[in-house]
Nanobody, 125 residues
């Protein structure tokens, strides 16, 4: 049974940092691209960042480029999202997803097979 579990969310002041972690089990982690999506209240879920299965290629949505960094440790079946210079508009539920489709990761929900339950990130002004 595949499980995807996020952790590391919380409440932080604007300008602060958080590091999210996501551990996947029940699958061959190194075969999967990994991504982070987020959904704010009243808004659609959006792709934030993704990293390919080898960790050699990454993508970011423009609003987080230069502030967020995605990385992975295949030996630990874990992907990370380092979030710096956080803004109130980053407030959302953050979801981790694993997908095996394609040679490179994409920020589109349909490419991901397994999802976590989410971790809440709240940024106060």
């Amino acid at each position: 049974q595949v499980q995807v579990v996020e952790s590391g969310g919380g409440l932080v002041q604007a300008g602060g940092s958080l590091r999210l972690s996501c551990t996947a089990s029940g699958l061959t982690f190194a075969d999967y691209h990994m991504s982070w999506f987020r959904q704010a209240p009243g808004k659609e879920r959006e792709g934030v960042s993704c990293i390919d299965r080898r960790g050699t290629s990454t993508k970011y949505t423009p609003s987080v480029e230069g502030r967020f960094t995605i990385s992975r440790d295949n030996a630990k079946n874990t992907v990370y999202l380092q979030m710096d210079s956080l803004k109130p508009e980053d407030t959302a539920m953050y979801y981790c997803a694993a997908g095996w489709i394609g040679a490179y990761c994409v920020l589109a929900e349909g490419f991901y097979n397994y999802w976590g339950q989410g971790t809440q990130v709240s940024v106060s002004s």
